[in-house]
């Protein structure tokens, strides 16, 4: 019976998709928690003498305008990405969460000027309330995170407040008012654990969303402020020189890509395993 | 014998208030009176929509009345606060139509049956051996205890529901409709069970049906309800007054084919209970109807101490002696 519970998590990691995501995803945060050890060189050396040099035996990646090693930045880049988007999402989950299940469980005026609020960000693109966030913030990661995180909010507060609305109709709540449970045994012991798959698989999905908006900022020079190194800036001073060393600017692009398209895949994966056990479930 | 439940001139509306349609009111259920005694099982009979589970809900205060009180073991429910409210709610428990949507998919049975003590904040001594002792009380085998509600069939679902809404020790329970969404032959077990525990726990059921024959059998005192309003209220082996139950009472199944009679079935359909009707709701299906129920709602008479009916021309001894003895052993022989 634990197995059968177990089940979505190894129907995820047995997929061909979800194996190959979860590898990748996996170096990819050792790498990122790692970085010091794992980088052949200090990300912020800089030799003149070796500038914009590609790839060979000494620099796996090459070097940059300043003779720094593409390999160390992009491991280090990682740890900025990872951690700026993880933690944004992260706030943008946990606010969601709240404000989606009182909107949706209470209703009334407090739940429909959420909603207005909610759906106004949600009408600007992103990167715009981003960019308009970090003007008034200033740059750095902060700024960023806050960015991200508000960008991302109106998508988990409205999913959350819908299931909480759907759920809340449903017999087995009905049952435990019957029991006399109150709203707070409600909201924690039925609602918000019924909700919490499609939330977390939603922001397993704008996780990569955040990667490139955090890319984005960064290559507008708003995010990490050097010699911090970031996968968007690092693409930034990397166009300058995009004809004699492509390698700066490919490299970091092709780390987001792969990132994106494998949370993406994950995400894929998640859901589809999660769709046979809602099937096991009626059977 | 002291009422445990009485119920006063209990109405509730609806208002449909959409931001761009007219307002529009639905009477699910209109100026319902009756008292049920401990230890009795009534029965409340009607088509769907008539109120039956509104009426449930009301009497447990799931939903609030519109007007009218319902005052359980001496007590008003409309006095109470919350806390009190919430305190009251384990002497009267609801047991669900639907057991597939009436525990939560990620609570074992374990849980689900240890919810209730949880909510109430009873400590228990054992938790496994309450788990234990209610699942022996439905007679569910003990090794269901970690199983999921996605992996138990529906009797066994609803046998669960049972336990739960016994767990606390309830005086009434509320029967909605508890074998609606079940097999034949599980419904007879789930009826067997009900009928086992009321008489070892000493419980009062309000069980609420359409099947007219199931409540024939089952219950003591039967509530006819049309249209929110209640239009019989009868010993359960007394014979029909009202035309309606009559025709509710021809419709009941019989399965001996040679028993079988040609049915007066009814024409037409329930009218809406957005614009009831200022006579009889039944006067447009009625086959005694006359001028008079068109126009004047005929109140609730008694026909004899225990039997009453709101119809204007009421019937006498036409029912048929040998239904209730069928009913009797059809279902006796299922064990």
Redesign the interface.
Known sequence: ?KA??ALPVIKTLASVKGSIAAAYLLLLIVGAVFAPWLSPYPYDQQDLTIMNQPPSMTHLMGTDEFGRDVLSRLITGARTSLSVSVTAISVSVLSGLILGAVCGYFGGTFDRVVMIAVDLTWSFPEILIALMLVAIIGPGLQGVVLAIAIAYLAQFTRLTRTQVMVLKG???V?????????HT?ILF??LL??VLAPVLVAAMLATGDAIILEATLGFFGLGAQPPTPSWGAMMSSGTAQLFIAPWVILLPGLAVALTVIFLNLFGDAIIAALDIRTK???? | MSDLLSVDHLSRRFTNAGLFQKRQVFHAVSDVSFTLARGQILGVVGESGCGKSTLARLILRLIQPSEGSVWFDGIDMASLSRADLRRLRQRMQLVFQDPYSAIDPRYRVRDALLEPFKVQGVKLKSADATVASLLEMVGLNPALTHSYPHQLSGGQKQRIGIARALALNPSLVVLDEPTASLDVSVQAQIIALLNRLRESLGLTYLFISHDLGLVRYFCDKILVMYLGRIVEIMPSDALPAHPYTRALLDSTFEPDPRQRRTIARLSGEIPSGYNPPPGCAFAARCPRVSGLCRTTLPPLQPLTDRHQAACHHPLAGEARPETVQQIDTRLSAVP
């Open positions: 019976m059968l519970h449903e017999t087995f009905e049952a435990t008012v019957n029991l006399g449970a109150g045994h012991a039925h654990p019924n096991l479930r009626e059977a």
